[in-house]
């Protein structure tokens, strides 16, 4: 069983910042991809930043210069610091990872974590 756990969210200003954590635990054999999306009240839920086993990243061009996606795979974990926030990200941001097990690889989510940013 594997479960993926979603840290720091929160309310924050416009212009303010947030370091969003998601810890990956079970019996993990190895983690692919790990990914971060968000979905605000009233629209689909949309991939904001992914990142490869190797360290490469890429982000939406909503975020690019202002998010920026890290993992420490030692700890399985993966990090979205948040910089720069708009009213317009306010969401419920979400992990992704695809972790592989005795049973092979599969796509795993967080339970989400809020972030709201007043203006």
């Known amino acids: 069983q594997v479960q993926l756990v979603e840290s720091g969210g929160g309310l924050v200003q416009a212009g303010g910042s947030l370091r969003l954590s998601c810890v990956a635990s079970g019996v993990i054999f190895s983690i692919n991809t790990m990914s971060w999306y968000r979905q605000a009240p009233g629209k689909q839920r949309e991939l904001v930043a992914v990142?490869?086993?190797?360290?490469?990243?890429n982000s939406v061009d909503s975020v690019k210069g202002r998010f920026t996606i890290s993992r420490d795979n030692a700890k399985n974990t993966v990090y979205l610091q948040m910089n720069s926030l708009k009213p317009e990200d306010t969401a419920v941001y979400y992990c992704?990872?695809?972790?592989?097990?005795?049973?092979?690889?599969?796509?795993?989510w967080g339970q989400g974590t809020q972030v709201t940013v007043s203006s």
């Open positions: 990142i490869s086993s190797g360290g490469s990243a």
């Open positions: 992704n990872a695809e972790v592989r097990t005795r049973l092979g690889y599969g796509a795993y």
